[in-house]
């Protein structure tokens, strides 16, 4: 059964970090390439960064360039996003996806909220 499992959201005030992790199983890791992307309330789901099977390339929206890192541990089957300088129009439910050759992936989402 596969599965995507996001954690690590919450309220943060502006300026602040947060580090989101999603935790996968029951697929190949390694052979998919993972983004996270976010939706805010009434606006469509955005690409926020992609990382390759192996890590060797990323990429970014940006509105979040020079602020979010996306990484993975491949023996952990884990992608992170790591979200500095937080601002309030960063507040949104954050996923991520697996993309393989044929197939793809959702997780159920992860709420961040930056707010004072």
């Known amino acids: 059964q596969v599965q995507l499992v996001e954690s690590g959201g919450g309220v943060v005030p502006p300026g602040g970090s947060l580090r989101l992790s999603c935790a996968a199983s029951?697929?190949?890791?390694?052979?998919?390439?993972m983004s996270w992307y976010r939706q805010a309330p009434g606006k469509e789901r955005e690409l926020v960064a992609g990382i390759t099977r192996a890590g060797g390339s990323t990429s970014y929206a940006d509105p979040v360039k020079g602020r979010f890192t996306i990484s993975r541990d491949n023996a952990k089957n884990t992608v992170y996003l790591q979200m500095n300088s937080l601002k309030p129009e960063d507040t949104a439910v954050y996923f991520c996806k697996a993309v393989g050759v044929v197939d793809e992936y959702w997780g159920q989402g992860t709420q961040v909220t930056v707010s004072s």
């Open positions: 029951g697929f190949t890791f390694s052979a998919y390439r």
